[in-house]
Structures are given as C-alpha cells and as structure tokens.
C-alpha cells in the first residue's frame, strides 16, 4: 500500500477506566428490512488512515452481503458518524447514530479508550459494539460488557504467540521501549515474563508519550544499556519516528532481533524501505493465510484497491463485520438482543479460519503469528510468517473478573 504510511495499531488506550458490566437490552423482534450499523472511524489526527481503512473494510464487508442478497432477508446499511478517537466525542457519535440515525449496531471504533467508554453506554442505547482494533486486556477483563463483542485478539493474545518465539529469538540483553500507556505496560510485563522463562535478561525498560516525535533522548539510553535485541511497542506515527530515528544511529546493526509488537505493518513497507528487513514484529492477520474464504477475501479486495492487498486493520474490520453477520444469521433477527444470544459461543469459518466467538467474554478465539519482514520473490518487502500460534493455545482463561 504505496498510499499508505501509517504502522500498525493494535490497542491505542490509556488504562484506568472503570466499565460497567450490562445485559443487551429486550426488545422485540426487529422485523424492518434493513439493518443499520453506525461506523464510528477517526476522521483527523494520527489515526485517520487507519479510520479510513476501518470504514473501508465495513463497506466492503456491506457491499459483498448486499450484493448476494443480504442477512437473513435484510439489507446491511452503514451509517457513518467521524470522531476524533477521543472517548466523549465516540460516545456522542454513538448517541447520534442509534438514537438519531436508527443504528444497532457499532463497529470501526478505533481505540481501546473509546470501546471503554462506549462500553458503558451501550446497555443504554440497547446497541452491539463489534471491536476489530481495541486490544486491551480490560475489555474483555474487569471491563467486559455484554453489547460488546471483541473479534481482534487481545494484547495478551498476540503476546503469548510472541512469547512462545522468545527463546528461539537472537539475543540475551534486551531493552524495551514502549508507549506510555496500558498497552505499553502490558506488553512489557508479559514480555518480562516471557523474557525470565527464557533465560533472557532486561537491562533497559523506557516509555515514551503518545504523539512523541523525538526519541534521541530514549535512543541515547538504549544504546548505553548495552543491550543486543530490542523490544519496541510504537505505534502510529510514533513507530514512523522512532523507526527513522533509530535507523540515525544505525540501531538496528547493534541487535542481533529487533522484535516489534504492532510498530511495522504493510502499510509502512515502502515507506521505511530496508531498514525494516529482517524485523520481526506481531503478525495478527497473514494474508497468505491458505483457506477459501481468504483467498477470496484478499483477491476481491485487491481487485477492488489497484492489487493492494489487505492488512490488519482492513481484515480485522472485515471479520468484526462478519462476526456480526453471522449473528444476524445464526438468530435470523437483527434484534440486539437475539444477535447477542446466538453469538455467545458461535463457531463458524472465517478468513482466518475456523473461529469461535467465546461466550464467557465475548472474545473471539483465533490464531496469531509471529512475522518476520523479508523480500518476497518480487524483491519487495513482506512479512513472512515466522511461527503460528492456534487461538486455543494463547487465550488466556476467561477474566474473574468478568461478568457478563
């Protein structure tokens, strides 16, 4: 995607938001002929291309439902509502769009902070939410709510199928450098974790804010701790910078593993050039995954982009969309209440394969990977799927804390 810089994003949130648990509102059947999902994309700021690409993938998913002649008998149509990824003006877009616009249903909301907020709202507005960015833990932990449906993996998720590739990876001093919010932590202690069971040593640990545009200072303190692999969480912009700026001091060459968690994407590839080869980074989503409904998917979409093919953030938008069909059609209603019901514990064949929606916390169960970026018989840079971890090995067990 040429058009394209922005890297990956996984779980953009900060922690400490307290969601209320809620039951999907009753309401009788729905019986009108077109359902209506509200899609809720970032529309300015550091985010809105993946805004863009999320709103992409739910009109793709909607247009393809359509044409074969929609969802248990009824039409799919978007109604877009843009934010600025702040989680008041989320929750007033969805306010919009259910009580003004008719929406019951919500997706392309961006990170995990919005899905907190909105969380708390959704039992009110008697609306799904159908996440397929926001990572976080929580979500899905003390947060879970029972409108709300988590098709992406959860940062624990794909760190267990990293951690897994630990021990096999180059390098026995690691720094870490992380985004300054939940994720960031997160995933530095499940890598600290992982880091203790293989033998390996953390010699630096550093967070940088959100929206940083200058780590010299961050870049400084790795190359003095002397370690010889990095873990780095940025995302965004924040990846774009740091990516260039360690390039500036010719980290890389120091590490014998650079490991990402959501900082290098496809998007990124033409951008960064070869300063990325040989990078490893979280793979959540392998277009070359070798089942039909992916081939399908990837070959229609790129048909449709000029031969782009999709990435993270359109597939997993695809698959929440898709999640959602599946529960209009398991409960041949688009009732909230009657979709909830049938997807709690659903299985049913995906782009990434067979997958279930659990219904303990509404976490869909599904594989990760690890990548590495090579250059592919085209002499371009593609990430190479390193090692796979089935969902059912990296799930954690539902949260206690939990109640849905």
Same mark, same amino acid.
């Given at each position: ?61 909607? !247009? ?14 978007? /109604?877009? /509502? !843009? ?7 989320? /929750? ?6 259910? =009580? ?20 708390? @709202? ?20 003390? !947060? ?17 199928? #990293? ?26 202690? $499940? ?12 010699? #630096?640990? @550093? &967070? ?9 200072? &961050? ?48 998007? #990124?590839? !033409? ?23 992916? =081939? ?21 938008? &695809? #698959? ?7 529960? $209009? ?25 067979? /997958? ?49």
């Amino acid at each position: 995607m040429a058009s394209k810089f922005w890297t990956a994003l996984s779980a953009l949130m900060i922690g400490g938001l307290v969601v209320a648990c809620g039951t999907p509102g009753s309401a009788g059947t729905d019986t009108s002929d077109v359902v209506k999902v509200a899609i809720i994309p970032p529309s300015s700021g550091a985010l809105a291309q993946f805004g863009s690409d999320a709103a992409d993938a739910w009109q793709f998913a909607v !247009d393809e439902v359509n044409a074969s002649g929609g969802i248990a008998g009824r039409q799919i149509e978007l /109604v877009r /509502v !843009d934010t600025d990824a702040t989680p008041a003006a989320t /929750v007033r877009a969805a306010r919009e769009a259910v =009580t003004q616009r008719g929406a019951s249903f919500i997706g392309a909301v961006m990170t995990s902070t919005e899905h907190g907020a909105l969380n708390a @709202q959704l039992p009110g507005l008697n609306a799904l939410s159908f996440n397929g960015l926001g990572k976080d833990d929580a979500l899905t932990g003390k !947060d879970c709510n029972a409108n709300a449906f988590r098709a992406v993996q959860s940062t624990t998720m794909d760190m267990n199928a #990293l951690a897994a590739s630990l021990a096999e990876l180059p390098g026995e001093k690691w720094a870490i450098q992380a985004v300054d919010y939940s994720t960031g932590h997160t995933s530095a202690e $499940i890598f600290k974790e992982a880091a203790a069971k293989a033998g390996k040593t953390v010699v #630096l640990e @550093q &967070y940088a804010p959100l929206n940083t545009t200058e780590f010299g200072s &961050y870049i400084s303190k790795i190359v003095a701790s002397d370690a010889d692999a990095l873990f780095a969480v940025e995302f965004g912009a924040d990846g774009i910078a740091f990516v260039n700026q360690a390039a500036q001091f010719n980290l890389a060459d120091r590490f014998e593993t650079v490991l990402g968690f959501n900082m290098v994407s496809e998007p #990124l590839f !033409d951008a960064l050039g070869d300063k990325i080869l040989g990078y490893y980074n979280n793979l959540g989503y392998d277009v070359n995954g070798n089942n039909a409904l992916n =081939t399908k998917f990837v070959a229609d979409w790129a048909a449709k982009h000029g031969g782009e093919k999709p990435y993270y953030v359109v597939a997993d938008n &695809y #698959l929440a969309a898709q999640v959602l069909f599946e529960g $209009i059609e398991k409960a041949n209603s688009a009732d909230p209440a009657d979709v909830s019901a049938a997807l709690n514990d659903l299985t049913f064949d995906s782009i990434v394969g067979e /997958v279930t929606m659990r219904g303990g916390d509404h976490q869909l169960i599904r594989p990760s990977y690890l990548g590495k970026i090579v250059k592919d018989g085209n002499g371009a840079l593609a990430f190479e799927a390193a090692t796979a971890s089935a969902g059912a090995d990296i799930i954690p067990p539902v949260d206690p804390a939990c109640v849905l």
